[in-house]
């Protein structure tokens, strides 16, 4: 696999369309950090970190709006790839839907939101927006 990033995202983004309750992804901490901003941001319901003998999974709760059935997510959408990284400092952090979504960087402080990084004054690499 050329892109794990990408991969966690497609999984999600699949299993929504599927309607899945549950999703499960391969593990590594840059994902467990993805997850856990996901889950803080009200995007997932749940998460739970399965360690097996080489690299253990993440299993993901999705969450739907209750009344139309639609998912919460309503785009993952991976913007630094392997062929084109993309870098910015603490003061060209992107604003997604003027406010209304997410970034998620890749910092010298880990993963962290956009909003996040805007107050510790760090930049990284842009992961992907969410919203």
């Given at each position: 696999m050329t892109d794990p990033i990408a991969d966690f995202l497609t999984r999600i983004r699949n299993a929504q369309l599927a309607r899945h309750k549950v999703v499960e992804i391969p593990s590594s901490n840059l994902k467990k950090g993805m997850t856990k901003i996901l889950h803080d941001k009200g995007y997932i319901l749940n998460y739970k970190f399965e360690e097996n003998e080489v690299q253990g999974t993440i299993k993901i709760a999705l969450k739907y709006n209750p009344e139309t059935k639609q998912p919460v997510i309503k785009k993952l959408q991976r913007i630094?790839?392997?062929?084109?990284?993309?870098?910015?400092?603490f003061n060209e952090l992107p604003r997604v839907l003027n406010g209304l979504g997410?970034?998620?960087?890749?910092?010298?402080?880990?993963v962290?939101?956009?909003?996040?990084a805007r107050i510790q004054h760090i930049g990284g690499e842009v992961l992907c927006y969410v919203y």
């Open positions: 630094s790839r392997p062929g084109l990284r993309k870098y910015v400092g997410i970034a998620i960087i890749s910092s010298s402080k880990g962290v939101t956009d909003k996040e």
